[in-house]
């Protein structure tokens, strides 16, 4: 198999007409599901995964992005993100990740395109360790082999690393990265293939009568109207509902760079050098020359308040000097290596870190989807189908991604960033 494909004429053709994006063949599939019609707004890992599934279980669906699957304004763009399986106590991401695993490899295989490359994940804490001791167990119950390394089988492995400061250290075996931007617009293809229907349009949200939303309108004048809507819209949600989400989704700026390896040393590229986690009072985290991009390094921590669509994407000096001075300590042979590109994007996170997966509060046929960005790409294929079927009413809405659970305290965002970290 190639590494990576070029995504095929019939994303080039949706892409080309956003507003049917569809073939003869492919409009013939989509007349009128008895089941219903459901409309899902954002095409990104949650959004495009879940119109996906609902596709399969015979719903007609319309998916809909204002700028196109994996584009570099969306929290799902760029080059890669990280799959690890360490969770902390939350076994509900385990099971996900577990989940995932099986389906990347499975539509890899499938859809005959490059999606999963698995490197291993190697943890190194330079603080208590709690949150990698109480997940292995879980981990390893869920079937994603990973255990604990000593500090000398670190050194001998990793002799690129500095180790100075750190106390312990975990490995994964099966952890890796994806190609985000490629994934998203290979669901995207295989979403039209199968005979969905795809608008590059924005959406605003028409109005709510007697409990349910009533029409979306498009950017282009029309009007679209569904039996249920699925906002999956990222950083952009608590713009469209800023009553229900101001307080809850609350995008932040966040910095990724590339720096290039030293000429002819192959120690840092990924047949020598897995995905990484560096646990300290900050998180740091990097990828190893995902498709030869460089090596990627960022700093976890939660960034300024950013817009998405208007907000400034040029890397700020002390961002790159301080992922200088890290790279400086922890990879010495990276010391006054060259910066060959740098991304700024954004995280939506909600105010504890985890999902939200609900109804709109004023809204029955209305659902709200968010709250991942940071840890959350890896997770899509399995996601698409957890909401696919609360969506359906297959299952019902667990509590654990309810909206409900922010009712109490929205006043103190919790410091949930040593306890989730991100996912690249």
């Known amino acids: 198999m190639n590494r990576r494909r070029f995504v095929k004429t019939s994303l080039i053709a949706a892409l080309a007409n956003p507003i049917h994006a569809m073939t003869k063949s492919n409009k013939k599939k989509i007349k009128k599901s008895k089941k219903g019609h459901i409309a899902v707004i954002g095409a990104g890992a949650f959004g495009g995964w879940t119109a996906y599934h609902l596709l399969k279980k015979g719903y007609s669906v319309t998916l809909l992005d204002v ?22 106590e939350d ?8 989940r995932s695993f099986k389906l990347w490899k499975r539509y890899q ?66 952890a890796g990265y994806l190609p985000a931007r490629h994934c998203c617009q290979v669901v995207l293809e295989n979403f039209v293939k199968k005979g969905g229907d795809y608008k590059q349009l924005a959406v605003t949200p028409g109005k709510i009568i007697n409990n349910e939303l009533t029409e979306l309108i498009l950017s282009d004048g029309s009007k679209l109207q569904a039996d249920s809507y699925v906002f999956a819209c990222g950083p952009w949600l608590s713009k469209i509902f800023p009553e229900a989400l101001k307080n809850i989704i609350k995008p932040t700026r966040q910095e990724v760079f590339f720096f290039g390896t030293p000429y002819g040393d192959s120690s840092l590229f990924e047949s020598n050098m897995p995905v990484w ?17 460089g090596f990627k390094v960022a700093d976890d921590t939660r960034g300024i308040k950013f817009d998405p669509t208007t ?12 992922a200088r001075k890290y790279l400086a300590k922890r990879f010495p042979i990276m010391k006054d290596a060259p910066l060959l590109e740098s991304r700024v994007c954004q995280y939506e996170n909600s105010p504890d870190g985890h999902y939200i997966i609900d109804r ?12 991942g960005s940071g840890h959350g790409f890896k997770l899509g294929p399995a996601l698409g189908e957890f909401v696919a079927d609360r969506v359906t009413g297959k299952e019902e809405i667990d509590s654990f991604f309810a909206l409900s659970r922010f009712n109490k305290n929205l006043k103190k965002q919790t410091q949930f960033n040593s306890f989730l970290p991100g996912s690249g």
């Open 109 to 174: 295989k499938k859809w005959r395109q490059s999606l999963y490359f698995p490197t291993g994940a190697l943890w190194f804490f330079q603080i208590d360790d709690t949150y990698a001791q109480k997940s292995l167990p879980i981990v390893n119950e869920a079937g994603l082999k990973s255990e604990q390394l000593s500090k000398a089988e670190v050194k001998k492995r990793y002799p690129q690393i500095n180790l100075s400061g750190l106390k312990s250290f975990y490995y994964e075996h099966e």
């Open 277 to 293: 986690v560096d646990f300290g009072e900050r998180l740091w985290y990097g990828i190893p020359g995902a498709d030869w991009r």
């Open 67 to 88: 700028f196109g699957p994996g584009n570099s304004r969306a929290s799902s763009g760029g080059d890669s993100r990280v799959i690890r399986g360490i969770y902390g």
């Open 311 to 322: 907000g400034d994407r040029t890397a700020s000096k002390s961002g790159i000097s301080s």
């Open 91 to 98: 076994k509900i991401y385990v099971d996900l990740v577990a």
């Open 360 to 371: 709109h509060p004023e809204a029955e046929n209305t659902w709200v989807l968010g709250g």
